[in-house]
Nanobody, 120 residues
Framework: QVQLVESGGGLVQAGGSLRLSCVAS????????MGWYRQAPGKGRELVAD???????NYADSVKGRFTISRDNAKNTVYLQMNSLKPEDTAVYYC??????????????WGQGTQVTVSS
């Protein structure tokens, strides 16, 4: 089985910073794209940022210049450094990854989510 576990969420004042981490574990043969989505109360889930295994980056316009996604392939870990946080960044943040197991079956996996709350 494959599992994604996030950490690093919490409560922060506007203008502050947080760093989210997500570790993938289990029967992993390879990991392709890893990323972060978020879902605010009453809204749909939206892409925040993702990064391919080759290092290509993609960001939502709303976080460009403030958030940085990175990964450590040796540790099967993806990070999201969030700076200059705004109240509108308040949401549950979910880690996702496209993972192929040792049976070469590939699919998207999701973490359980971590709450980020930004106070004004």
């Amino acid at each position: 089985q494959v599992q994604l576990v996030e950490s690093g969420g919490g409560l922060v004042q506007a203008g502050g910073s947080l760093r989210l981490s997500c570790v993938a574990s289990g029967s992993i043969f390879s990991i392709n794209t890893m990323g972060w989505y978020r879902q605010a109360p009453g809204k749909g889930r939206e892409l925040v940022a993702d990064i391919t295994s080759g290092g290509s980056l993609n960001y939502a316009d709303s976080v460009k210049g403030r958030f940085t996604i990175s990964r450590d392939n040796a540790k099967n870990t993806v990070y999201l450094q969030m700076n200059s946080l705004k109240p509108e960044d308040t949401a549950v943040y979910y880690c996702t990854a496209y993972i192929r197991d040792w049976m070469f079956r590939g699919r998207d996996y999701w973490g359980q989510g971590t709450q980020v709350t930004v106070s004004s």
